[in-house]
């Protein structure tokens, strides 16, 4: 798929289509993280699931090396 840049305000944006929106279940109100490679613009949804996993793996390694990580701090 190609696309040019829509000049959107001051800025400029790529609208995406409903079929890509729909198959990624992207809704106007899904937050959307935005990286680069410098190279690429890359562009996911940000997935609370996705988040709590991680939330709760970082717990889980804080309680279980905790005292390595604080000796590493110092």
Do not use: C, F, W, Y
Request: no cysteine; proline share 3%; net charge positive.
């Amino acid at each position: 798929m190609v696309k040019k840049l829509s000049q959107i305000g001051n800025s400029l944006g790529v609208l995406l289509d409903k079929p890509v929106l729909d198959l990624l279940k992207i809704t106007a109100d899904t937050r959307l993280e935005i990286t680069t490679d410098g190279e690429s613009i890359i562009i996911r949804p940000l997935r609370t699931a996705h988040q709590a996993r991680v939330r709760e793996a970082t717990k889980a390694v804080m309680r279980d090396h905790d005292r390595t990580l604080r000796r590493l701090a110092e």
